[in-house]
Nanobody, 117 residues
């Protein structure tokens, strides 16, 4: 059974940091490109970050470049999203997904990130 379980969300003040984790099981993690998406209330879902199977290549949404860093530990079947200098506009439900560079086959249930003073 495929599972992607996100954790690490919460309430943080503007300028603060959070680290999201996504633990994967039920598929061969190392073979999959991992992604982080987010969806703010009333807005469409957007792709925030992608990380290659080895972790050597990443791609980011322009608005998070220089603030967010995706990484993965293939020994732990886990992908991370380090989020620094958070802004209120980063408030959203964050989802991890597994697939290739274009397609996302598996999805987590999401974790809420709220940036507010």
């Amino acid at each position: 059974q495929v599972q992607l379980v996100e954790s690490g969300g919460g309430l943080v003040q503007p300028g603060g940091s959070l680290r999201l984790s996504c633990a994967a099981s039920g598929f061969t993690f190392i073979n999959y490109v991992m992604k982080w998406y987010r969806q703010a209330q009333g807005k469409e879902r957007e792709l925030v970050a992608r990380i290659s199977t080895s972790g050597g290549s990443t791609l980011y949404l322009n608005s998070v470049k220089g603030r967010f860093t995706a990484s993965r530990d293939n020994t732990k079947n886990t992908v991370y999203l380090q989020m620094n200098s958070l802004k209120p506009e980063d408030t959203a439900v964050y989802y991890c997904a597994a697939g290739d560079w274009g397609r996302s086959d598996y999805w987590g249930q999401g974790t809420q990130v709220t940036v507010s003073s």
